[in-house]
T-cell receptor, first 112, second 115 residues
Framework: KQEVTQIPAALSVPEGENLVLNCSFT??????LQWFRQDPGKGLTSLLL?????REQTSGRLNASLDKSSGRSTLYIAASQPGDSATYLC???????????FGKGTTLSVSS | GAVVSQHPSRVICKSGTSVKIECRSL??????MFWYRQFPKQSLMLMAT?????????EQGVEKDKFLINHASLTLSTLTVTSAHPEDSSFYIC???????????FGQGTRLTVV
């Protein structure tokens, strides 16, 4: 059974710092991996989707990498801003047509 | 990206009553929809998978008679929480897959409070 772990559970940084969020999964046979952002009491905002054949994806200040063989993904946030404060969720899909399996998330707080 | 609309966004109901949550794919046909629940400060836990025209497949530990899922069309799935109790209070969120399954699209979520 696939398990997704995210470290750290919480992170506080001053504005402007570059930071890395980590995600690991136990079964390396994945279809794709997605990173989401969730604001308190709100739904999910998809940030980046990495297909199993890809190594990384970039969107603005965000860069996500995928190393299937080691069961790891990282989300890199450059020049963090207070508006980046949220919970970041990593989720993996085992096969096409199946549900995403989520980690518990990393709650990020960026202070001005 | 594709749009998934979930309604209502918030609902408060009395213990013992039933509540229906709707999940609609607005601009694509969703062959498969997923229902998740999220407790405070916890991750999203998959409750069930529904395919249009078929019975839903429930995850272990999820009571199918309590959480009724109907996926009658390619654009609508509903989750009915029957005989709700305070412990059913949670954040419920749906996800829809189109043909090709390139990305999962999520509804805005429903905050259910049972009093």
């Amino acid at each position: 059974k696939q398990e997704v772990t995210q470290i750290p559970a919480a992170l506080s940084v001053p504005e402007g710092e570059n930071l890395v969020l980590n995600c690991s999964f136990t079964d390396s046979a994945i279809y794709n991996l997605q990173w989401f952002r969730q604001d308190p009491g709100k739904g999910l905002t998809s940030l980046l989707l990495i297909q199993s054949s890809q190594r990384e994806q970039t969107s603005g200040r965000l860069n996500a990498s995928l190393d299937k063989s080691s069961g790891r993904s990282t989300l890199y946030i450059a020049a963090s801003q207070p508006g980046d404060s949220a919970t970041y969720l990593c989720a993996v899909k085992g096969q096409a047509g199946t549900a995403l399996i989520f980690g518990k998330g990393t709650t990020l707080s960026v202070s001005s | 990206g594709a749009v998934v609309s979930q309604h209502p966004s918030r609902v408060i109901c009395k213990s013992g009553t039933s509540v229906k949550i709707e999940c609609r794919s607005l601009d694509f046909q969703a062959t498969t929809m997923f229902w998740y629940r999220q407790f405070p400060k916890q991750s999203l836990m998959l409750m069930a998978t529904s395919n249009e025209g078929s019975k839903a497949t429930y995850e272990q530990g999820v009571e199918k008679d309590k959480f009724l899922i109907n996926h009658a069309s390619l654009t609508l799935s509903t989750l009915t929480v029957t005989s709700a109790h305070p412990e059913d209070s949670s954040f419920y969120i749906c996800s829809a897959l189109g043909q090709g399954d390139t990305e999962a699209f999520f509804g805005q979520g429903t905050r259910l409070t049972v009093v």
